[in-house]
C-alpha cells in the first residue's frame, strides 16, 4: 500500500515542496515588508553551494557537519541578499530589474557555478546528509508512515517554521509593524516604525530561508552538488507566494502541491507509465502558470491582494 | 551630511557618463571576487580581453556572440520599455529556432532558391518567438497574471520540450541515421541552401544574421520614436492611466508588444539555426543564456535599441572569452558574474541620473537658524 502511486507522490511531494516552503516562507516575509525579491533562484543556488561545501570541509559528525552546512547556507543566501537590500531600499533601484540581476549574479550561470567549479565540488556525493528521523516502526504504518514519518529534520523545522511566521505576523506586535510597513510606508514611518530598519531585516532573513532551501536540494534531494541543480525552484516560490495569498498556512499546502507536481515524473517512470515521459519534467511549471491564473482574477486580488506597497520604494521626502 | 533629492532636469551626458563608469565598477568588483578566489585579477583580465578582441579571429567571434545577444537584447528592450517584463527570451529564442529549423528541414534540398528558405526561416522563428510570448501577454492583458513569472515558467517548458524533440523522441527534427546520431542523439544537419551566407571584410567575418540585428535595431529605433504605435507604447509604459483616459487601447498593446518581443527573440533563435549551428542543437543554445544576457543588455542600453548593439557587442566579447578560456584555472560561471554586477551598478548608477547627492557642509549652520513658523 505505502508503495502505490499516490501515496509515493504524495510523500516525495512534500520532500520536494520543502525547498520551496523554505523559500517561499522567506519570500513572503519580505514581499510582506514591501519588497518584492526576483533573486529566490540566485539566492537558493548560493545556499546550495556554499551549504555543501560546509558539510564537505567541516570535520565532525553528521550533526554538527549538517548544522554547520544549514548555517553556511542561511548566511549565504543573507550576503547575496544584502545586494538586493542595499539597491532598493538605500539606493531606490528598481526591484523586478535588481531581483532579476541577482537571479544572474548568483545563478546557474553565475556566482554559484563559479564558486562550485572553483572549489571542485561536482562529482561526489554529500558526506552527510539529512536522515529519515522517526523510527522505523512509525515509518511502516500505511499511509501516514511514509508521509509524515518518513520525512528528515528538515521537514519538521519547516513545520516549526510556518507556525513560527503565521504567529509572527498576526500576533505579535513587530510582525504587524512589518505588515503596516508592507501595505503604507508612509503610515507605518509616521507610527514610528523604522521602515529601513524592518525592509533590511525581512529581505535579509528572506534571503536566509531561500539559501537554507537551497541546501535542502544539495544535502537531502540530490544530494550532491551540479550546476544549477535547483532548476526553476526559486521562481516557483515566487509564484507560491502569490498562489498562498501571501499566507503562511497556504504556503505548506502550496509548497507540497508544486513538490508534488515536481515528484511526479519520477514517481510515474518508476510504475513503468514511459509515454512521452521527457514532457513530464513540464508539469510543475505548467501547473505554476495555471494556479497564477487562477489566483489573478479580480475577485480574488480585491479580497487577498497583495501587499500595498509591494515593490515601491519609500522615499520619505517624496510620499 | 548627505541629502539625496530628485533631479528636475537630466543633463543629456549622464546616460552616456553613467553605464561607461558602471561597466568600469563592475570589472573592478570581478577583479575583486577573481582576487578573493585567488586568482591573479590583472592576469585574468588580460586573458580575457586578448580572447575577446585582440586575438587573431577573436573579433569576428566576439560578432558571433554578439548576435544572438543583440536579438535578445533588442527583444527585452522593446517589452521593458513598456513596463512589461518579458523574461522569456529564452524559450522565445528556443521556439524560433524549433520553428525555423522545422521549415529549414521541410524546404531545404526541395529545390527552393536559397534566400526564399531563409526569409521562410525568418518568418517561421519569428512567429514561433511571438506565439511563445502571446501567452504570458494574453494572461497579462486580460487577467492581470505577471508576466515575469509566466514569461519565465515558459522558458523551462519550451526548454523541456527542445530537448525532448533530440533527446527523447524519434522527432521529424532528430537524425536517427547518421552514424554520430547512433552514438550520441542530435539533430538533423540542414541542407546547403538552408545556411545563411556571410560577407569577410578585412578578415572580420560578418554573418548575415548580425547585419540584419543591426538593420532591425534602427527599425525599432525608427518604430519607437517615429510612429505613433511607438508613441502610444511609451506613453503607456510611462503611465498606464494616461494611455488609458486617451483613448488607447492598452490590452492589446501589452499583447502586441509581447508578441513583438517574442518574434525578436524569435528572429534570433532562427539566425542561431541558419548562421552557426545548422541543426536544432539543445544542448548548444541551452547552454548559452541568450535570453537572460538580453535582459542584463536592455538595461545597461537603457532600452536605446543602437546601445543595445554596443552593450552586445562588448556583452559578446565577454561571452565568447568566457568560453574560450573556460577551464581550471578560470571557472566557468565569471561571465554570469560579470553580467550580474554590470546590472548591479547600472541599477546603482540609475541613482545618480535620477537624483542628485548633495553633501550639505552646512548642516551645522541650518540647525541654529529659528524654525519657521508651522504654515
Redesign the interface.
Known amino acids: 500500500m505505502n508503495n502505490s502511486l499516490l501515496v509515493v507522490v504524495v510523500a516525495s511531494g512534500v520532500l520536494y515542496g520543502t525547498p520551496l516552503l523554505y523559500a517561499a516562507l522567506g519570500e513572503l516575509l519580505a514581499e510582506r515588508s514591501g519588497v518584492l525579491n526576483l533573486g529566490v533562484e540566485g539566492m537558493m543556488l548560493m545556499g546550495a553551494v556554499m551549504g555543501f561545501w560546509a558539510v564537505q570541509s567541516i570535520d565532525g559528525g553528521s550533526t554538527v557537519s549538517l548544522l554547520g552546512g544549514i548555517a553556511v547556507a542561511a548566511l549565504a543566501g543573507a550576503l547575496v541578499s544584502c545586494i538586493h537590500a542595499f539597491l532598493v531600499i538605500t539606493l531606490r533601484a528598481n526591484q523586478i530589474v535588481s531581483g532579476l540581476a541577482l537571479t544572474i549574479f548568483a545563478g546557474a550561470a553565475g556566482l554559484s557555478s563559479y564558486l562550485g567549479n572553483d572549489l571542485n565540488l561536482a562529482g561526489s556525493p554529500a558526506r552527510h546528509q539529512f536522515q529519515e528521523v522517526m523510527p522505523q516502526s512509525l515509518q511502516d504504518l500505511p499511509v501516514v508512515g511514509p508521509i509524515i514519518f518518513g520525512q528528515s529534520i528538515l521537514v519538521y523545522a519547516s513545520w516549526v517554521l510556518v507556525a513560527v511566521v503565521a504567529l509572527y505576523l498576526t500576533r505579535t506586535r513587530i510582525g504587524l509593524n512589518v505588515r503596516a510597513v508592507g501595505e503604507s510606508p508612509a503610515a507605518a514611518d509616521a507610527m514610528g516604525v523604522n521602515v529601513k530598519a524592518y525592509r533590511y531585516a525581512h529581505t535579509l532573513v528572506g534571503g536566509a530561508l531561500a539559501g537554507i532551501g537551497g541546501a535542502a536540494f544539495s544535502l537531502s534531494i540530490t544530494p550532491q552538488w551540479v550546476d544549477g541543480l535547483t532548476g526553476g525552484a526559486g521562481w516557483i516560490a515566487i509564484a507560491l507566494v502569490i498562489f498562498a495569498f501571501w499566507r503562511p498556512t497556504l504556503c505548506l499546502f502550496g509548497a507540497y502541491f508544486f513538490g508534488a507536481f515536481t515528484a511526479l515524473p519520477f514517481a510515474l517512470q518508476s510504475h513503468d507509465i514511459t509515454r512521452f515521459s521527457g514532457l513530464y519534467p513540464m508539469f510543475p511549471y505548467v501547473a505554476a502558470i495555471v494556479a497564477l491564473v487562477l489566483v489573478s482574477s479580480r475577485a480574488a486580488r480585491m479580497r487577498f491582494g497583495a501587499p500595498g506597497a509591494l515593490g515601491l520604494p519609500y522615499v520619505r521626502e517624496e510620499r | 551630511m548627505i541629502r539625496i533629492?530628485?533631479r528636475l532636469r537630466q543633463p543629456w551626458w549622464l546616460s552616456v557618463v553613467v553605464p561607461v563608469v558602471s561597466v568600469a565598477v563592475a570589472f573592478l568588483l570581478t577583479g575583486l571576487?577573481l582576487f578573493a578566489?585567488g586568482h591573479p585579477p590583472g592576469h585574468s583580465f588580460r586573458r580575457l580581453f586578448d580572447a575577446a578582441f585582440l586575438a587573431d579571429g577573436a573579433l569576428s567571434e566576439t560578432v558571433i556572440s554578439a548576435t544572438p545577444l543583440i536579438f535578445t537584447g533588442l527583444a527585452a528592450a522593446v517589452a521593458f520599455r513598456m513596463n512589461l517584463?518579458n523574461?522569456g527570451g529564452e524559450g522565445q529564442l528556443y521556439a524560433g529556432a524549433i520553428t525555423a529549423a522545422t521549415i529549414a528541414l521541410l524546404l531545404g534540398g526541395a529545390g527552393a532558391p536559397s534566400p526564399v528558405i531563409v526569409v521562410a526561416m525568418i518568418v517561421a522563428g519569428a512567429a514561433g518567438g511571438a506565439f511563445v510570448a502571446a501567452?504570458p501577454g494574453i494572461?497579462r492583458a486580460f487577467?492581470?497574471?505577471?508576466e515575469?513569472?509566466?514569461s519565465?515558467?515558459?522558458n523551462?517548458?519550451v526548454g523541456?520540450?527542445l530537448?525532448?524533440l533530440i533527446?527523447?523522441?524519434h522527432s521529424y527534427l532528430r537524425d536517427t541515421n547518421g552514424f554520430e546520431a547512433q552514438v550520441f542523439p542530435q539533430g538533423k544537419v540542414f541542407s546547403d541552401d538552408a545556411s545563411w551566407s556571410s560577407w569577410t571584410i578585412h578578415g572580420l567575418v560578418l554573418p548575415l544574421g548580425f547585419v540584419l540585428a543591426v538593420l532591425l535595431a534602427a527599425g525599432v529605433w525608427f518604430l519607437y520614436t517615429r510612429t505613433r504605435f511607438g508613441f502610444e507604447v511609451q506613453v503607456i509604459g510611462d503611465s498606464p492611466r494616461a494611455g488609458q483616459y486617451a483613448g488607447m487601447r492598452t490590452r492589446r498593446k501589452i499583447v502586441a508588444v509581447m508578441c513583438l518581443s517574442g518574434a525578436i527573440a524569435g528572429f534570433g533563435g532562427a539566425s542561431q539555426d541558419g548562421d552557426f549551428r545548422h541543426q536544432l542543437d539543445p544542448q548548444g543554445l541551452q547552454q548559452a543564456?541568450y535570453g537572460?544576457s538580453g535582459?542584463?543588455i536592455a538595461?545597461l542600453a537603457r532600452y536605446n535599441p543602437f546601445a543595445v548593439v554596443l552593450v552586445a557587442i562588448l556583452l559578446g566579447g565577454l561571452q565568447n572569452a568566457g568560453f574560450t578560456l573556460q577551464g581550471a584555472d578560470f571557472?566557468?560561471?565569471?561571465?554570469?558574474?560579470t553580467?550580474?554586477?554590470i546590472?548591479?551598478c547600472a541599477?546603482?548608477g540609475?541613482?545618480f541620473v535620477r537624483?542628485r547627492v548633495r553633501f550639505n557642509r552646512r548642516a551645522r549652520v541650518t540647525t541654529t537658524v529659528a524654525p519657521e513658523p508651522a504654515p
Not at chain 2, 487577467?143 to 505577471?146: D, I, K, L, R, V
Open positions: 533629492e530628485r571576487v578566489t517584463f523574461i501567452i494572461l487577467f492581470s497574471t505577471s515575469i513569472i509566466t519565465l515558467m515558459l523551462y517548458i523541456v520540450f530537448t525532448y533527446f527523447d523522441s543564456n537572460y535582459i542584463v538595461a571557472p566557468a560561471g565569471l561571465v554570469g558574474v553580467q550580474g554586477l546590472l548591479f541599477l546603482g540609475e541613482l537624483y
